[in-house]
């Protein structure tokens, strides 16, 4: 890449500046004396999907979520996500270490905390825990989860959802303690920080309005709107990393790749508290299971989280509906997204996904009396007047042809990347952020397969296990939680 001449032209532009694009720009500002530019809408990074109070900020790591580990007609378990996430989440767990032994980050404790992470499961449900704590201990990475249904145990792990609860024999809980609590609003602070001081050019209130082609330089054109009015910017290789508004600037650009793509947004509702007597007797993150006839997109969890210093519990998410993609996007998005070449998409995944749809619907209808019966179910006592209902962030499900017909891409990243590899993006959510390392590294040895291998030797030069498959191999792993539980000061 060229050295650019004026200020408006870069090597590597970033449209967006949440967990995603401070990360990429991060990594990048280390590896190459490119010119790197990071394009961000609102006036502070990471205050859409990484903010604290738009995610459950579970580290995720495949310790306690049942829609990692989908249980099979004949009750077998499939450990395959949950070995994956695991192995990502590390690789993001890593590189936070990396810079937080370089004082690079300020406090780890002001971003990541230790919190058990437990799966809770009634009925028919604890037979699939079962199952599932049996597989996923046999592996390396899960090998200190622990299981049990005896109710002493349970009232010591979750003393707010096992005091006082009527005796029955159909509740089994799993816990790891290696778990995090993870506020991705003050680390995509602080991985931003860190970015400009390594020279990366920040242009906060920089709204993008249209992605396209130079068809003589083949340098791609940002049209951008801040704070002077209307400028064109231009650059070799730019990272769409907008989260629910990456769909519209990707439809902008007209890319075969993302033409019969399309987005449905979904927002969501938690139950907060900060009674400090609750809180004191529920230190941990519990994931549910979807009821039965629900769709895995519903799973209820009650979350110990730490912001700003101060504790509180979540309990969701309910679901809602707005059609921004993002939460201070507007009101026409939805219906802009709709094109010629996704519109077949739309209806298919319409047609063949009523049971979500029917879901999605009912949510929209739910009653606070039925909200505080669904907290009931984890906290048998719970009182109205302990829980505010707060608004959560928006997410867009990505929706694409599978098999010919339209589907609803539920969990996991979409990675985008033009057959010349010169412009990428990432579309999705869960696991999301608890994974941006991994994701974003994946993304730059595809985008740059020539010269990621020195970078990943740069890299392994402060992190040497960086890209080693962790479960199969005990002495890395080892390492890697020494390390890690050291610079990020958890209870590992």
């Given at each position: 890449m060229k050295t650019p001449g004026t200020t408006d032209q870069f090597d590597v532009l970033i449209i967006g500046a949440g967990i995603m694009g401070a990360t990429a720009a991060g990594l990048l500002a280390t590896l190459e004396p490119w010119r790197i530019g990071v394009l961000?809408?609102?006036?502070?990074?990471?205050?859409?999907?990484?903010?604290?109070?738009?995610?459950?900020?579970?580290?995720?790591?495949?310790?306690?979520?049942?829609?990692?580990?989908?249980?099979a007609a004949d009750g077998s378990i499939d450990p395959a996500?949950?070995?994956?996430?695991?192995?990502?989440?590390?690789?993001?767990?890593?590189?936070?270490a990396h810079l937080a032994a370089r004082g690079r980050l300020g406090a780890p404790t002001d971003f990541i905390r230790s919190v058990p992470h437990c799966s809770f499961a009634r009925g028919r449900w604890t037979e699939v825990l079962r199952t599932r704590h049996a597989e996923l201990s046999a592996h390396r990475l899960f090998d200190s989860?622990?299981?049990t249904h005896d109710p002493e145990t349970l009232r010591q792990w979750l003393p707010l959802m096992f005091q006082g609860r009527e005796a029955t024999d159909d509740v089994a809980a799993t816990r790891s303690m290696r778990g995090t609590d993870v506020d991705y609003g003050s680390l995509t602070s602080r991985l931003m920080a860190d970015a400009?001081?390594?020279?990366?050019?920040?242009?906060?209130?920089?709204?993008?309005?249209?992605?396209?082609?130079?068809?003589?330089?083949?340098n791609w054109r940002i049209r951008a709107q801040g704070a002077n009015g209307d400028r064109e910017l231009t650059a070799t290789y730019v990272f769409v990393a907008a989260g629910g508004g990456t769909l519209p600037l990707l439809q902008t650009a007209r890319l075969p790749e993302t033409a019969a793509i399309?987005?449905?947004?979904?927002?969501?509702?938690?139950?907060?508290?900060?009674?400090?007597?609750?809180?004191?007797?529920?230190?941990?993150?519990?994931?549910?299971?979807?009821?039965?006839?629900?769709?895995?997109?519903?799973?209820p969890h009650l979350d110990l989280r730490v912001l700003d210093g101060r504790e509180y519990l979540m309990f969701g998410p309910f679901g809602a509906f707005s059609p921004r993609f993002l939460k201070?996007?507007?009101?026409?998005?939805?219906?802009r997204s709709v094109t010629r070449g996704n519109l077949a998409t739309l209806l298919s995944a319409a047609r063949t996904n009523l049971d979500l749809v029917r879901y999605l619907v009912s949510q929209i209808l739910t009653t606070p009396a039925q909200r505080l019966k669904a907290l009931r179910v984890f906290v048998p006592h719970a009182r109205a007047e302990d829980w505010k209902l707060v608004k959560a962030g928006q997410r867009v499900q990505v929706i694409k042809r599978v098999d010919g017909a339209g589907a609803i891409a539920g969990f996991g990243t979409e990675v985008v990347l033009t057959g010349d590899r010169s412009l990428a993006a990432l579309l999705g959510a869960s696991p999301g952020?608890?994974?941006?390392?991994?994701?974003?590294?994946?993304?730059?040895?595809?985008?740059?397969?020539?010269?990621?291998?020195a970078w990943l030797a740069a890299l392994r030069t402060d992190m040497p296990d960086l890209g080693s498959e962790l479960n199969a191999d005990p002495a890395a792993l080892a390492r890697v939680r020494e390390q890690v539980g050291g610079h990020l000061r958890l209870d590992w």
């Open positions: 961000e809408a609102l006036e502070v990074v990471g205050t859409e999907s990484s903010n604290g109070w738009n995610n459950a900020g579970t580290g995720h790591a495949g310790l306690c979520e049942f829609n990692y580990t989908p249980a996500d949950a070995l994956v996430i695991h192995e990502q989440f590390l690789v993001s767990a890593q590189y936070w989860m622990e299981y400009t001081a390594a020279g990366v050019d920040l242009q906060l209130e920089t709204r993008v309005r249209g992605i396209s082609r130079d068809p003589e330089t083949e399309g987005g449905f947004p979904i927002s969501g509702l938690f139950l907060r508290t900060d009674n400090a007597e609750l809180i004191k007797q529920h230190r941990a993150k519990v994931y549910g299971h979807p009821a039965d006839g629900e769709p895995a997109i519903s799973v201070r996007g507007r009101l026409l998005d939805l219906a952020a608890s994974a941006s390392v991994g994701l974003v590294l994946d993304l730059l040895k595809r985008s740059f397969p020539e010269r990621y291998p």
